[in-house]
């Protein structure tokens, strides 16, 4: 009996490796895994040969495996899964009057790459050891094909593996910040709104985002007055509809310029709206000087000269200003609403995870879900509830609207404003994560700022969800119910499996179970090529079969500016 059990282990285990060995063959038929990688949106920020479709046949050629893809102003990059970083975009020839092309090269840095993002004018790269790099005036580094990386950030060394790095990095067009290993957060750039979590100098002043026909009706009365002659505070106010179905329901500002006279001497500040951002002259030079008491142009005009006399006609550049994230004439009137490095400061002691940048907001979640917010909220982007005065409030924010609406809950907002106050924040904030019957639950999976509106994949009491709060002129938030701004609500989806997503100036990509969604404003064709070029009100199914492979597994979605990229991998038949 004995000698029967080694001869059926035997037959067993032979048994065992046969099933082994079909299982093996079965997988290893003849298929290899192909990447492929699609862009769309701003040609100018794209690879000039490229199918109808969005591929980029370029990294398949290659052979190059991408780990991200993200965008500028005419400009786009790849750092690859060995962390090698390639650069193409475009610019104008201004003799020949046409566009012209850089194809994709490969730019040296031997440290490598673990992250890359573009502001309006600059390139920041994170390095394998946790350092920040930047590349300044990328537009005039793409025409000479040689990108100088330079240090700009380092954190303060500790004891023996006690160093501080930087993990996380979120760029937008004029600010940034990151957050490093032990849970700090730092911020760089235009602090003219609050977004770099210090009160920006124009905090008490009155309300110049915001009340614009405030400002209008002191624009006339002013001009009454005076009658061109020199006034103490002049406001100048041009107003533009916009287009299409929406220019009969809501007047949106194109601009705005403040003209402050002290001494005789005018400070121009201008700016878009923050529809837009902050209008940006190019700069040929990486060195910008501070001005002296020279006077300077209506703020609707770019600087000419990218260097200032001083009022000894000597030129002097400030170190402070090397590390200059947007340069317009905001900056350079006013270096207070500069920030060259800001660590932020929170109320209590926690540990911050992941930040991200919008246009004049930030966003922080902590290792507790908290999540943080700071700068602009003139389109409720900061998610402290409908927290602007009752003339511009949606109909259905106050507690007796809320009530007749059938909320079964009332919600009291974080923040007032009175129709005088910049609505900002200068100090981070905690959102509001229950409004009406919409509410947070539990973990924050991601965050994400788009150009005025923010993004927060979480859960509710159904499930894994998509909140959204902040501007929605453009559908931005996945909702048509035809409000331009939305207090905390959900994106309205076919179902709740949500694997990633990323937001743009004013469209979102969702990866929903390996399928790929989009919605809001496809204007450069920046959410798909075979959509309407307008407006998404809705997320929709944007990878079709007639012009995608079938069953294609989705590798990495990114949004960002008016562009998208995204990676597939699929099994190629050999």
Known sequence: MFSRIPRIFAVALNGYFLVKGK?????????????RVFLFGDRRSLIKDM???????????????????????????????????YIWGSYEDKNKKEIIYVDPMKVSFSEGANDMQFSQNDVFIISNNGELKIVRNYKDSLKKKEFIIEHFYKCKSGFFFQNEKIVKLSVNKFHLA???????????????????AKEPSFKNNINVNYNFEFSKNMNTAFGMMNNGENVQRLIHYNGEDTAGEYA???????????TVSEEDLPISISGRSSHDGVITPQLSSN??????????????DHFKESNFSNREGKQEEEKQWNGLIGRDETYLCDQDNYVHMNKVLFEEKTQIVDVSCGLNHTLC???KNNIYSFGDDSKIQLGL??????????????????????????????????FYDRHIQSSPQKILKKINDNEIIDEIYKINAGSNFTMIHSNDKFGKQLFCFGDNMYFQCGRH????????????LPNNKIKDFSCGDKHCLLNLNDKLYGWGYNNKYQISPFKNKGIINYPVYIFSEKHYPDNAHIKYVNAKYNNSAVVITHNKVS
Do not use: M
Request: aromatic share 8%.
């Open 248 to 258: 009969d329901r809501e007047q949106v500002t194109d601009r705005y310029s403040i």
């Open 178 to 196: 990151f957050v490093t290993n032990k849970g700090n957060v730092y911020c760089s750039g235009n602090n003219f709104y609050g977004q770099c």
């Open 365 to 367: 979640v902590d290792d």
């Open 287 to 300: 060195r910008v000087n501070i001005p002296g008491k020279s006077k300077l142009k209506d703020g609707s």
């Open 481 to 492: 119910l035809g409000k331009h701004q939305h207090t905390l609500s959900t994106v309205k």
């Open 51 to 85: 199918k109808q479709n969005g591929e980029a046949v370029f990294f398949a050629n290659n052979k190059i495996k991408v780990k991200k893809i993200t965008f500028g102003d005419s400009i786009g990059s790849c750092i690859t899964e060995d962390g090698d970083i």
């Open 23 to 35: 299982e093996k063959i079965i997988f290893c038929q003849s298929r290899e895994e192909e990447e």
């Open 385 to 418: 509830g409908e927290s602007r005065t009752n003339k511009n409030s949606l109909a259905g924010t106050r507690w007796k609207d809320q009530l007749k609406l059938g909320y079964s809950t009332i919600t009291k907002n974080l923040a007032n404003y009175s």
